[in-house]
């Protein structure tokens, strides 16, 4: 029997661009300190803002500079699609319209992959449950948490509380 493979999927909310770079950045440090490999498919760049943040923050430059060398330049579709098989076994952080995530979700349903899906927090406001359940988890600045660890979701009730 054919077994379909699924990409993993975690949700991390974010303000502003800023405020996701900052989120992501132990994260990212943590995971390429296991000599994880990380990629970024983004709507729009964040290079200014990794930039801005990596002049404050008191980083080896050794991390820095592997932080930098993650490409954190704008990506459309057809570039997805391009790389989509160099990206096995890599964790992808996702950031952009609806549109896009659901798209970049969908060309990489079956690879083997960690995905990061970065959402506005607006957006999440007006579809958490809906988003939720495309999830196994969220990634927040402690790191990834079960989704049952932060949320109470009564499908019965149709409500959704924070723990």
């Given amino acids: 029997m054919f ?10 909310l974010y303000v502003n661009e800023m405020h996701l770079v900052v989120m992501l950045m132990p994260y990212i440090e943590s995971n390429i300190g296991k000599n994880e490999k990380i990629v970024t498919l983004l ?23 592997k932080i930098r060398n993650i490409d954190w330049s704008s990506k ?6 391009k790389i989509k098989k160099s990206l096995e076994n890599k964790i ?8 896009y995530i659901e798209r970049v979700n969908d060309i990489l349903d079956n690879q ?6 970065c959402i506005a927090l607006d957006d999440f406001e007006k ?6 359940s495309k999830h196994t988890k969220i990634l927040n600045t402690l790191g990834e948490q079960e989704i049952s660890e932060i949320f109470h979701i009564n499908l019965r009730d149709k409500t959704l509380l924070t723990k």
């Fill in 127 to 132: 579809r958490a449950k809906e988003i939720l």
């Fill in 43 to 65: 709507e729009d760049s964040l290079e200014k803002e990794l930039d801005i943040l990596l002049e404050k923050t008191n980083l080896s430059e050794d991390k820095k500079e």
């Fill in 112 to 117: 083997k992959v960690k995905i990061i899906n």
């Fill in 76 to 81: 459309n579709l057809d570039d997805v699609v």
């Fill in 3 to 12: 077994n379909k493979i699924k990409a993993e999927r975690i949700c991390s």
């Fill in 92 to 99: 992808v952080i996702v950031k952009g319209s609806r549109e």
